[in-house]
């Protein structure tokens, strides 16, 4: 159980190559820590780093920050449960977050210090080789989408003149992986993301005129999030490694009232794991709706599923495939759609060796155009 103890968020600034020290101080309550944990809100299950039972635990550490990341004091003396995060990047950016355990403690889990990192790349230190990255930041575009259609995610460079020798596309949750980067007059694939692969494209690969615009295909709910462009351009030299085009892209899956749908995920567990625990809700107009809560009990070769609750305004409109469960995949049925069933669909894994979450919106409308 981890101390709880919560904090205001800080916010810090670094430079690309830096060293930096991410500050947490735990209760000074004279009990000795047990268990600490740094994490990074968009790595789902993965962790920068654990100390557990008198040593750093790997299992699960997020391979960006292996032999990047220590404790400022391996003793945490007084508390000190600071982190020490070298060789930032610009991938670093995000929100981080401390907890600890403390011996005889017993209460809620909370973090104790959430760190807003800002990295930005200055002068000639930057991703792409030391050339200087372009600056000039707009404002963020908000873009809907139906599921299988194709979407342009706009990005204009500034006309000077100055010709584009960089470009990338990445998404806010995706770390060290990108969508599209064309670097030395090709495109590099090494660190894109699969889900990207044979998906998008430049819709201008000479980028005449600054147009630095996406293509992204047959789009899904998984697609939803925040996108941004970035270009280098020759002979530019700004403070800032800054994005030049922001795009917030929402995608939903069209149904129409009285017709079904079906909404599917996929997930991974490790082989034989002595349960799994499903729980998928419906969100809209801030109120969250029970789908179904289901508790698969493995004992050798028999298994218990045991449902737990639902909400009434789904009671025979839901079924769910019970195979498919057990191959990774949860499939919702949902049966003679409402106008009210429009909202936020998200599904929670847990098992015992971890937990993890997707969500899809939903837009039920009376007509489809």
Same mark, same amino acid.
């Given at each position: ?23 947490? $101080? ?26 557990? #039972? ?11 920050? #292996?032999? /990047?990341?220590?404790?400022? *004091? ?10 020490? @995060? ?33 990295? &930005?790349?200055?002068?000639?230190? &930057? ?21 299988? $259609? ?23 949750? @995706?770390?060290?992986?990108?969508? %599209? ?34 293509? @992204?295909? *047959? ?11 970035? !270009?280098? $351009? ?14 917030? %892209? ?12 079906? @909404? ?38 028999? !298994? !218990? ?5 639902? *909400?009434? /305004?789904?009671?025979?409109?839901? $079924?769910?495939?019970? *195979? ?39 837009? !039920? ?5």
């Amino acid at each position: 159980i981890f101390t709880k103890y919560t904090v205001n968020q800080k916010n810090i600034k670094a430079v690309f190559g830096q060293t930096v020290t991410l500050p947490c $101080q735990a209760p000074k309550n004279n009990k000795s820590i047990i268990a600490a944990e740094w994490s990074r809100n968009d790595l789902g299950d993965k962790y920068l780093l654990l100390y557990w #039972k008198e040593q750093f635990d790997p299992t699960n550490q997020h391979p960006s920050f #292996k032999n /990047r990341v220590d404790l400022q *004091d391996r003793q945490m003396k007084d508390g000190d449960v600071s982190l020490i @995060l070298k060789e930032v990047t610009t991938a670093d950016s995000g929100t981080y977050e401390c907890r600890v355990v403390q011996r005889g403690t017993n209460m809620d889990d909370e973090t104790i210090s959430t760190i807003y990192l800002r990295v &930005v790349a200055q002068g000639k230190t &930057v991703d792409w080789s030391g050339i200087a990255s372009l600056t000039s930041t707009e404002r963020t575009k908000n873009i809907k989408a139906v599921v299988g $259609q194709t979407v342009t995610l706009p990005c204009q460079a500034p006309k000077n003149n100055n010709s584009i020798i960089a470009a990338e596309w990445s998404r806010n949750d @995706l770390g060290d992986k990108y969508l %599209l980067l064309y670097w030395k007059e090709q495109f590099d694939p090494k660190k894109q993301h699969p889900s990207f692969k044979n998906r998008v494209d430049l819709q201008d690969r000479q980028m005449k005129d600054g147009d630095v615009s996406l293509i @992204l295909k *047959d789009v899904t709910t998984t697609d939803s999030g925040t996108y941004e462009c970035r !270009v280098v $351009q020759r002979g530019t030299n700004m403070d800032d490694d800054e994005t030049i085009s922001t795009i917030y %892209l929402r995608v939903v899956a069209p149904g129409k009232t009285n017709h079904n749908i079906t @909404l599917e995920w996929t997930f991974t567990t490790k082989p034989d794991p002595k349960y799994i625990f499903i729980n998928c809700d419906q969100k809209s107009s801030g109120k969250v709706h029970e789908i179904f809560s289901n508790k698969i009990q493995y004992h050798i070769r028999d !298994v !218990v599923e045991v449902s737990v609750s639902q *909400d009434e /305004r789904f009671l025979g409109r839901v $079924q769910s495939d019970k *195979d498919a469960l057990r191959e990774g995949r949860i499939k919702l049925q949902l049966s003679r759609l409402r106008t009210e069933d429009s909202g936020m669909y998200t599904c929670r894994v847990k098992t015992d060796y971890g937990s993890g979450s997707a969500s899809s919106e939903l837009e !039920v409308t009376s007509k489809l155009s």
